[in-house]
């Protein structure tokens, strides 16, 4: 299976002291260690990591520092890395469960991966259809 990573799983990915490190930390091992399965991520997933964590984690003050983090993560990840353009337009119709700003991300990132034929990996549970990254 390959998967589309969310904002929510990023973050959780680079930062350690993030609640659900751990938990990201080992799933990601655990896929590296497949066969077959590739993480993808978008320009949405990036620049919502880049933005997340200059405005939340005190040890990052710029947008260098996150995006330098954001590339080591990826550079972790190598062969198994797919960078997907987002080729879909945000001005469409939303789902019926997308009824409030904080849904129009995770709808648009749900649809970009089935187009494509990927599971939107996420922590987040209210996103009918996404695959939620196991707790271990």
Known sequence: MNFLLDVNALVAWGWTDHQHHLRMDHWMSSLLTSEADLVF????GEL????VSVLR???VTDVRTAGSKLA???KFVGPKHRFLPDDLSSCREFPD????????TDSHLLALAQKHK?????LDTGIPGAFVIPEF
């Open 41 to 44: 991520t978008n320009p949405i």
């Open 48 to 51: 919502g990591f880049v933005r």
């Open 57 to 59: 984690n005190p040890k």
């Open 72 to 74: 080591e993560l990826l």
């Open 97 to 104: 469960w997308c009824t409030h700003a904080k849904h129009t």
């Open 118 to 122: 990927l599971q939107l990996a996420t």
